[in-house]
């Protein structure tokens, strides 16, 4: 998305690091050169089965991604040392892992992997966002970002749904919309559809060969990362209620500048009582990142007992801005 969608984008609109360079002097002085503003300082995943409580936080190490992780997260390479999320960052005393669907996009987001303790936060330029000490920071996934400004708040969680559906074989599925309305179909764009653009117009031609490979997939997922973002997301049609609340759903407030956050994680107590963990891409495109909520009774997860969700970086959250993909 455009960092994040400031001014509302179109499909015409031009590349955004030069439109925005003011407020990122202002956000990240490590991108523009700024005077700094100061900062706080498994194998398998048997989803069905919910994790034990108290989980004691004992500190894990990164290990060499399992066969079966690399086929899950398909963007890993061979190499990669890796903590998986329900491992690295487990329930609070008193509370245990939601049960969750095997196969399910939530269950998939409980084994995302991690980079190790206190990996720092960077951004497409390499430059440090945030220190990997940040209070408001519990973890760094290990996600690439490209080269680009591109993955940032919206784009970040369109990236890990179109991987979990990658990985899952439901590629006929992988469809997003851009800020203007239209739908971008992965089964198309991999036929050699491409988009033809004209204002606010956007139509599809077939004007490339077919191929269906990751380098496509990451084109592709680039191309909507352009046109999409916290607007599209917005405009999500389901609209789950609060109780009904999953890992998998998202927080989002569309706008210029707009936000989201995706939910990665659901625990509860003996008394129903739910924290969650969430995580965020942010602008400029950076590592996608699990938040921490700054409460010492819970962790980095967060209650959600009030009428929204307040995280570190953004106003809060009303239950009403929650969302799910289709």
């Known amino acids: 998305m455009i960092a994040p969608e400031c001014p509302l984008?179109?499909?015409s609109s031009p590349p955004r690091w030069p439109v925005h360079a003011c407020l990122l002097a202002l956000l990240w002085p490590g991108v523009s050169g700024a005077a700094p503003l100061e900062m706080r300082p498994r194998a398998r995943v048997l989803a069905t089965v919910a994790s034990r409580a108290p989980e004691q936080a004992v500190p894990v190490e990164p290990r060499a991604a399992t066969r079966e992780e690399l086929a899950r997260y398909a963007w890993l390479s061979k190499g990669a040392r890796v903590r998986p999320l329900d491992a690295a960052i487990p329930a609070p005393e008193g509370y245990t892992r939601v049960t969750l669907e095997e196969g399910s996009f939530g269950a998939w987001l409980r084994g995302l992997p991690l980079r190790a303790e206190g990996t720092p936060v960077l951004h497409f330029r390499g430059g440090e966002v945030?220190?990997?000490?940040?209070?408001?920071?519990?973890?760094?996934?290990?996600?690439?970002?490209?080269?680009?400004?591109?993955?940032?708040?919206?784009?970040?969680?369109?990236?890990?749904?179109?991987?979990?559906?990658?990985?899952?074989?439901?590629?006929?599925?992988?469809?997003?919309?851009?800020?203007?309305?239209h739908l971008a179909s992965w089964p198309k764009y991999a036929a050699g559809d491409r988009a033809r653009i004209a204002g606010s117009k956007v139509t599809w031609a077939r004007?490339?060969?077919?191929?269906?490979?990751?380098?496509?997939?990451?084109?592709?997922?680039?191309?909507?990362?352009?046109?999409?973002?916290?607007?599209?997301?917005?405009?999500?049609?389901?609209?789950?209620?609060?109780?009904?609340?999953?890992?998998?759903?998202?927080?989002?407030?569309?706008?210029?500048?707009?936000?989201?956050?995706?939910?990665?994680d659901l625990a509860a107590d003996a008394g129903g009582r739910r924290v969650a963990l969430l995580g965020q891409g942010f602008m400029p495109a950076q590592d996608f990142h699990v938040l921490s909520s700054g409460d010492t009774s819970v962790g980095p997860w967060f209650p959600l007992d009030?009428?929204?969700?307040t995280t570190p970086f953004w106003k809060p959250f009303p239950w009403t801005s929650l969302r799910r993909f289709p």
């Open 306 to 309: 009030s009428d929204a969700v």
């Open 9 to 11: 984008r179109h499909p």
């Open 130 to 181: 945030l220190p990997g000490d940040d209070a408001r920071l519990a973890a760094v996934a290990e996600l690439d970002i490209g080269s680009a400004n591109l993955q940032q708040c919206a784009d970040s969680i369109i990236r890990l749904h179109a991987e979990w559906q990658w990985s899952s074989q439901r590629r006929e599925d992988i469809a997003y919309r851009f800020t203007s309305g």
């Open 207 to 264: 004007s490339a060969a077919a191929d269906s490979s990751r380098a496509a997939f990451r084109s592709y997922l680039d191309l909507v990362f352009t046109y999409a973002g916290t607007l599209s997301l917005e405009g999500a049609k389901s609209r789950p209620a609060r109780d009904a609340l999953r890992p998998g759903d998202f927080f989002v407030l569309g706008g210029s500048p707009g936000h989201t956050v995706l939910v990665l």
